[in-house]
């Protein structure tokens, strides 16, 4: 059986880490949002050429992005927001896979790279990495293979 990206301890925190490579063979990894990364989401949601291709009407200020990272994301976490980092743990971006409303086992995933990442197919890689493996972890999770079911489901707050 192959390891699964989601580690759970002893005080019931689950964490997360997701890895691939561009198409340069330059390794990234994602893990979940912290509150320490809000300068970089900070810096990133407020580039005009990044935030075009966003649906967000207007830049967030911080206080906007760490509320919205204290209380959206860190609650039971993982809620499938992962910052991304290059090999040497500089900050590339996050990527998003949120339930669509009234779409019961629907998400929709979003993603924003730093500019400086563009065009080294680290979206891509991401974005397979969240469909061919965190989907279906998650999946099997809500489902309860191998796993306490209700204890997992109240983790990621399926009820």
């Not at 699964?4 to 880490?17: H, R």
């Not at 919205?68 to 976490?77: A, T, V």
């Not at 779409?103 to 929709?108: A, F």
């Amino acid at each position: 059986m192959a390891r699964s990206i989601f580690n759970f301890s002893d005080d019931d925190v689950v964490s997360v880490c997701l890895s691939g490579v561009d198409k340069n063979n330059k390794e990234w990894y994602a893990r979940e949002i912290q509150t320490y990364d809000t300068s970089n989401y900070e810096h990133l949601l407020s580039d005009i050429n990044i935030m075009k291709y966003m649906y967000q009407e207007r830049q967030l200020i911080s206080e906007e992005i760490k509320s919205r990272i204290d209380n959206d994301y860190l609650i039971r976490q993982p809620k499938g927001a992962l910052t991304i980092l290059d090999e040497q743990s500089n900050f590339i971006g996050f990527i998003l896979s949120k339930p669509i409303p009234r779409k019961k086992g629907k998400s929709e995933i979003v993603y924003t790279l730093s500019k400086k990442y563009w065009d080294r197919g680290i979206g891509q890689s991401v974005l397979s990495k969240m469909v061919t493996v965190w989907g279906p972890e998650v999946r099997k999770i809500g489902l309860g293979e191998n796993l306490k079911q209700q204890e997992i489901q109240e983790i990621f707050q399926f009820n």
